[in-house]
C-alpha cells in the first residue's frame, strides 16, 4: 500500500523540523510523488509510528489516531494500520513528530540514516523505513535499494521452494519407484497363488460333480421311501382321528361329572359360611360380653400418645408374644396389605424416608410433603399414622397435622429410632404395627418387638400411587 504525502505546511517554530522537504530540492519546486513502498517497509514504518504514538502529548495526536493510541500495543499497530499510513501521508508535521522519537529510539542506525548513509550490515527493510519518516538526502534511492532486496530476498527464497519442491518430486518419484517394483513382485507373487488355487478349484469342482451324482441317486431313494411313507402316516391319521372321537365322547362325560360336583361343593360351602357366620356371630356376641363384664368405656387416648406425652426413655422387657407378630423383611406382603389389617399403626421413620425419596427439598419441605401423604393414606385406610422427625424441640413451619396423624419429634437426648422402639414397645400384643425405614437398625430393633418393618422405598412408592 503506497503511503502518498500531498503538500502541506505545518511545521512548528518550537520543534526541530527532521526531513521537511528532500534534501537537494529548491523550495519552490513542485513535490514529488510519494514512492511506492515495498508491502514489509510499510508495515514496518507502521509499526515504529504505533510504537512511539502514545508518547504523544494529547494535543500531538492527530485526531483520527486519539482513538488508536488508546488500543493494546499488540492491537495499535494492527487495528490502526490504515489510520496511521493515511495520516503519515497527509499531515508532515505529525510525521516529523513521531520521526524525532523513532530516531532518538533507533540509535547510532538513525544517526547514520539521517546523514544519508547506511551501515552495510543494517537491515534494508528498517533503514528504509527510518529514511521514509527523516527524509534525509537520497531517502527515495534507500528506498528503492531496500526494494530491490526484498524482492531479491523473495525471489531467492521463490528460488529456494522450487529447489526444494524439486528434490521432494524426485524423492517422491524415487519412492514411488521403489513401491512400484514392490508392488510388482507382490502382484506376481499374488498371480502365482491365484493359479494355484484356481487348480484346487477345478478339482474342488470335479468332486462336487461326483458329489452331486451321488445326491441326486439318494434323492430319488428318498422319493421313493417318502411316498412309502405317506401311506403310513394316512393310515396313522385314520387312527388318530378315531381315538380323538373317543376322547371327546369321554370329555363330555368328565364334564358332566364335574357339573355335578361343582354342585356338590357349592351345597358343601354353602354350609360352611353358614357355620362360620354363627361362629363369627357367636364371638361378636362374646366380645360384646365381655366388654360389658369388665366395665370398658371408649378411650379417648391411645397407647402411642402415652409415649408422645413422656419425655424420659422408658425402659422395658419387650411384651409377651411379641415375637410372634415379627415378620421377616423379605416377606411379600405389601405396606397395602398390611395397613388392610384391622386396627392396624404406621410409624414412619421421618427424615429417612424424605431424604431418599425427595432430599433435594428443604428440610420444611421435607416435612411438608410427608405429612400431607400421610394424610392421604390415613383418610384413605382409617389407621392411626405416627411420624417421627429427629428434634430436641418441635419445629417450625409444619402444615396442619391432617386428621388421623401424628407428629412427633425426639427430645433433647434421644433419637427418632429410640423414640420409635419406645411407640412399638406400648403397643399391645396382638396389635399390627408397621414400621416404615430404611435403617437396617431400626428395622432390627422392631422387628425383635414384634413390629412389620418395611423399606422406605415401599412407602415411596405408596405416596406416588395415591
Known amino acids: ?165 524439486a528434490e521432494q518430486r524426485a524423492t517422491r518419484a524415487e519412492h514411488d519407484r521403489a513401491v512400484a517394483r514392490v508392488e510388482a513382485e507382490k502382484l506376481r507373487d499374488e498371480l502365482a497363488r491365484v493359479r494355484e488355487e484356481l487348480g484346487q478349484l477345478r478339482e474342488e469342482a470335479r468332486q462336487l460333480a461326483r458329489t452331486l451324482r451321488e445326491t441326486q441317486a439318494r434323492e430319488r431313494r428318498a422319493t421313493e421311501m417318502l411316498a412309502t411313507e405317506r401311506g403310513r402316516a394316512a393310515r396313522a391319521a385314520a ?66 400418645d402415652f409415649v408422645a406425652d413422656a419425655f424420659a426413655d422408658q425402659t422395658g422387657a419387650a411384651p409377651a408374644g411379641a415375637a410372634a407378630r415379627a415378620r421377616d423383611t423379605d416377606d411379600p406382603a405389601r405396606l397395602d396389605q398390611l395397613l388392610a389389617l384391622p386396627k392396624a399403626h404406621l410409624v414412619v421413620d421421618g427424615y429417612n424416608v424424605t431424604k431418599r425419596g425427595f432430599g433435594e427439598m428443604s428440610l420444611e419441605q421435607q416435612r411438608k410433603r410427608l405429612i400431607s401423604g400421610l394424610g392421604g393414606i390415613a383418610a384413605q385406610t382409617g389407621d392411626e399414622v405416627t411420624v417421627v422427625f429427629d428434634g430436641a424441640e418441635r419445629m417450625h413451619g409444619l402444615p396442619p397435622t391432617p386428621r388421623g396423624v401424628r407428629v412427633l419429634f425426639s427430645h433433647k437426648g434421644e433419637t427418632a429410632d429410640e423414640l420409635i422402639r419406645r411407640l412399638v414397645r406400648a403397643e399391645p400384643a396382638g396389635r399390627p404395627v408397621v414400621v416404615v425405614s430404611s435403617d437396617r437398625e431400626v428395622a432390627d430393633g422392631v422387628r425383635r418387638h414384634g413390629a412389620y418393618p418395611l423399606g422406605a422405598d415401599s412407602l415411596l412408592r405408596r405416596l406416588a400411587r395415591s
Open 239 to 304: 387312527d388318530a382321528d378315531a381315538e380323538l372321537r373317543r376322547a371327546r365322547a369321554r370329555l363330555a362325560e368328565a364334564e358332566a361329572a364335574a357339573g355335578a360336583a361343582r354342585v356338590s361343593a357349592k351345597e358343601a360351602r354353602s354350609v360352611d359360611e353358614a357355620r362360620l357366620w354363627l361362629l363369627l356371630e357367636t364371638i361378636g356376641q362374646a366380645a360384646v360380653g365381655l366388654r360389658r363384664e369388665l366395665a370398658l368405656d371408649p378411650v379417648e387416648k391411645l397407647p402411642a
Open 1 to 165: 500500500m503506497p503511503l502518498t504525502e500531498p503538500h502541506h505546511d505545518h511545521s512548528s517554530p518550537e520543534e526541530p523540523v527532521v526531513g521537511a522537504q528532500d534534501a537537494g530540492e529548491s523550495p519552490s519546486a513542485p513535490p514529488e510523488p510519494e514512492p511506492t513502498l515495498p508491502e514489509p517497509v510499510r508495515q514496518r514504518i507502521v509499526a515504529l509510528t504505533a510504537a512511539v504514538l502514545p508518547g504523544l502529548a494529547a494535543d500531538e495526536v492527530p485526531v483520527p489516531l486519539r482513538r488508536v493510541a488508546k488500543f493494546a500495543p499488540n492491537r495499535r499497530a494492527r487495528l490502526g494500520a490504515p489510520a496511521i499510513a493515511a495520516q503519515l501521508t497527509a499531515d508532515p508535521l505529525f510525521r516529523q513528530r513521531i520521526t524525532a522519537r523513532v530516531l532518538a529510539d533507533a540509535g547510532d542506525l538513525g544517526a547514520a540514516v539521517v546523514e544519508g548513509t547506511a551501515p552495510a550490515a543494517a537491515d534494508p527493510v528498517e533503514v528504509a523505513a527510518l529514511a521514509y519518516l527523516a527524509r534525509p538526502r537520497g531517502w527515495r534511492e534507500l528506498i528503492e535499494a531496500s526494494g530491490a532486496a526484498v524482492r531479491a530476498e523473495a525471489d531467492s527464497a521463490v528460488v529456494a521452494e522450487l529447489v526444494r519442491e
